[in-house]
């Protein structure tokens, strides 16, 4: 079981950065993927990035790449989510999410089983 809780949302102007956090329990979180998803109102909740567990690999939708950045510290039990040069299109809730990392594909909702309660990210133009 892993529970997991999101922290650092809030509102930012366009142009601005933020960086959110995921806070992971359970002790098999280092073997874990970690993926961030976003839901605006309206719309069916999107795949932003991902990592997996050693945190050398990772994965980001086009319209996050070259914007967004997910790290993680296994030592921390933590993952993050910077993000930078925010749009008022990145308003959404944010979750965080957990699966195994099995090589199956990052992007799908359905491949993970664990998630946060999500965390508001609102940015003004």
């Known amino acids: 079981q892993v529970q997991l809780v999101e922290s650092g949302g809030g509102l930012a102007q366009a142009g601005g950065s933020l960086r959110l956090y995921c806070a992971a329990s359970?002790?098999?979180?280092?073997?874990?993927?970690m993926g961030w998803f976003r839901q605006a109102p309206g719309k069916e909740r999107e795949f932003v990035a991902a990592?997996?567990?050693?945190?050398?690999?990772?994965y980001y939708a086009d319209s996050v790449k070259g914007r967004f950045t997910i790290s993680r510290d296994n030592a921390k039990n933590t993952v993050y989510l910077q993000m930078n040069s925010l749009k008022p299109e990145d308003t959404a809730v944010y979750y965080c999410?957990?699966?195994?990392?099995?090589?199956?594909?990052?992007?799908?909702?359905?491949?993970?089983?664990?998630w946060g309660q999500g965390t508001q990210v609102t940015v003004s133009s």
């Open positions: 990592i997996r567990w050693s945190g050398v690999r990772t």
């Open positions: 999410a957990a699966r195994d990392d099995s090589g199956r594909p990052y992007y799908r909702i359905n491949e993970y089983d664990y």
């Open positions: 359970g002790r098999t979180f280092s073997s874990y993927a």
